[in-house]
């Protein structure tokens, strides 16, 4: 069965002390790093001798091939990241390729009743172009369909959505709708804009009720599949609480009330660009 994946607003970079606090906890419990045996105990020094003591080795004093961080990643984080991408299937993805960039063409598709404004075209692009300077994928701009022969007509059509944003994730062949609502935020376009590229909606993780808690009672029931765990997911790693394809905490709320909290209650607060994480795998996937 077809799934039509819809992205909300989603998380900003700032957190309070409590999430940061449990977010760091679970992340620690995520990755288990080697351990060197501890080294024998030196005779003890005797009045006459003076003994130096060694610094406790941390991230920012041990070599760089024992604790490698990659933009805040330590080099087991990267790489369990990358063997969990290699052995996933993946979904058609885009391929047209030009100086090392993977092009995604699209065009602005005109309705007449009901079209964008000059200044939410701009928002699009701007969110797009953002995208692109982050990751090895370019989106391309063309004026209508016709344009996209070099592409054999493979390519997305932007259109307005009458209320809630949708695209298909990876490349599907011939033209695929990307449904934007009018009044859409940066943060909602970029996180289309990552399931288009690929990747999946990380609260829809076969596992993401270990890291997130859904407040059920909060949400509007025909909203209730947003939240269910998809199956065939295809996950990429490490739980990224600050992946752009996160819902808001409170998305769908039929009360008000936070519909999706951390495990100790207490909300992440929304973000508006991708995460390191999403980089990665996005990088990671259209790599050369």
Known sequence: MKRLILLFTILLFSCSTDELAFVEEIQEAQVVQDVKPEPEAEPEATSEETVEETPEATPETQEPEQYELVEGLTQEEVQGIKDAIDAAEWPALWHKKENGQTIIPYYFRAEKSYDFDAEQQESIREAFAEFSAQTNIE???????DALQEFSYQGVSVFPAFMYGSTHRGMKGGIQNFKVPKEAEKKVILGMAAILAGLENEDQRP???DYITIHWENIYESAFPVF???EGYISSGMFDFYS??????K???KNGEY???LQNGVP?????ELSIIDILRINYLYAD
Do not use: C, W
């Open 228 to 230: 269910e765990p998809v």
């Open 268 to 272: 992440l607060t929304p973000r508006n």
């Open 259 to 261: 519909t999706v909290t």
């Open 207 to 209: 596992d993401a009720y």
């Open 244 to 249: 752009i394809t996160r819902s808001h905490p």
């Open 139 to 145: 989106f391309r701009e063309y004026p209508n369909e």
């Open 251 to 253: 998305a769908f709320s």
